[in-house]
């Protein structure tokens, strides 16, 4: 397990270890995606000086403007199952597997009764 330092400044100066995030040294899909629009982003600013008229660095402001209401496309997404419904689809499958067991064969079933 990788450590990383975290030094905290405000209110007071704390410092700690923590575990490095998994997404530090291998990133998602969606967020190597997003990550990169970032960086399209904000070079659009590239030779800009001083602040944009909403009084942000052109960077910010380029990138403010242009990934405003966007996300990473649904199938670049990571859909995490909750555990219980883990859980329960494990159940399920030890549940079909017993009906299965438990159902007489088709040679020991009785015969359809006659409606006459």
Do not use: C, I, N
Not at 7 to 13: A, D, G, S
Request: aromatic share 6%; no cysteine.
């Amino acid at each position: 397990m990788t450590l990383q330092v975290v030094v905290r400044r405000r209110p007071r100066l704390k410092v700690y270890l923590r575990a490095l995030p998994v997404t530090a040294e291998s990133p998602k899909d969606a967020q190597l995606e997003r990550r990169s629009a970032f960086g399209e982003a904000a070079t659009e600013a590239k030779g800009k000086r001083g602040l944009a008229p909403d009084g942000l660095p052109w960077a910010a402001h380029h990138v403010k403007e242009r990934l405003r209401g966007t996300e990473a496309p649904r199938e670049l997404r990571v859909v995490r199952v909750p555990k219980w419904r883990e859980e329960l689809e494990g159940f399920r499958l030890a549940l079909e597997l017993l009906r299965r067991l438990a159902a007489p064969r088709a040679s020991q079933r009785s015969p359809p009764k006659s409606y006459t």
